[in-house]
């Protein structure tokens, strides 16, 4: 357990369904990162936070995904519209108790989701 | 896109040492260079990281040249539950970029 929680661990949806996904940090960690893994790659950065603050949204990300922290505590993934393409593991990882990246990056266990 | 090139694959045998190496040409000045092993179904685990010249942990050692535009992972006598994907990261405008790792299998 690396103290990163996501909920849930797994979702299956039918195309075109909203879902969202919850992931709860460690506690003084400021940073919070989104990542999507098919299988067979690496995770494809989505979007992070510093506290509350989104700083980046990759450009793959299309506008039906939306991401929120509020309070710079737990954050949300939204994804609407879902599309079978969406169907990956959908991680979340914390990191730094500051703006320094060079920290340990602690991930949780994932959402998989499977769209039918 | 990730900063990092390293190899696809490696194979090895339990018991031997494996060695990885990760290249990062355009590393920055005040850039730390990361490890991370992810199992199936789970989400990466930090290895080990550095900075310059080596680090060792219980796990793992770390190399790094004094031009530092590459390093090198060595898991010392390797068993079948180091068979996991291996990734280098370097910060990449201030967030973490992975790459497609290296894939090492481990044989009896």
């Known amino acids: 357990d690396t103290g990163v929680s996501q909920n849930p661990r797994h979702k299956i949806t039918k195309r075109g369904q909203n879902v969202t996904f919850r992931c709860d940090p460690i506690s003084e960690h400021n940073r919070l990162y989104w990542y999507r893994q098919t299988l067979g790659q690496g995770p494809e950065f989505l979007t992070y936070?510093?506290?509350?603050?989104?700083?980046?949204k990759s450009r793959l990300l299309s506008d039906r995904f939306s991401a929120e922290r509020p309070k710079g505590s737990f954050s949300t993934l939204e994804i609407q519209r879902t599309e079978q393409g969406d169907s990956a593991m959908y991680l979340c990882a914390s990191s730094g108790r500051g703006r320094e990246v060079n920290t340990e990056a602690f991930f949780g266990q994932g959402t998989r989701l499977t769209v039918v | 896109l990730a900063k990092t090139t390293q190899p696809i694959s490696m194979d090895s045998y339990e018991g031997q040492e494996v060695n990885i190496t990760c290249s990062h040409n355009n590393i920055a000045t005040n850039d730390y260079i990361t490890w991370y092993q992810q199992f199936p179904s789970q989400g990466p685990r930090f290895i080990i990281q550095g900075y310059k010249t080596k680090v060792t942990n219980e796990v793992a050692s770390l190399f790094i040249p004094a031009d530092r535009k590459s390093s090198t992972l060595s898991l010392p006598r390797v068993s079948l539950s180091d068979t996991a994907v291996y990734y280098c990261l370097v910060p990449n405008s201030d967030k973490l970029i992975f790459g497609t790792g290296t894939r090492l299998q481990v044989f009896p």
């Open positions: 936070f510093q506290n509350e603050a989104q700083l980046e």
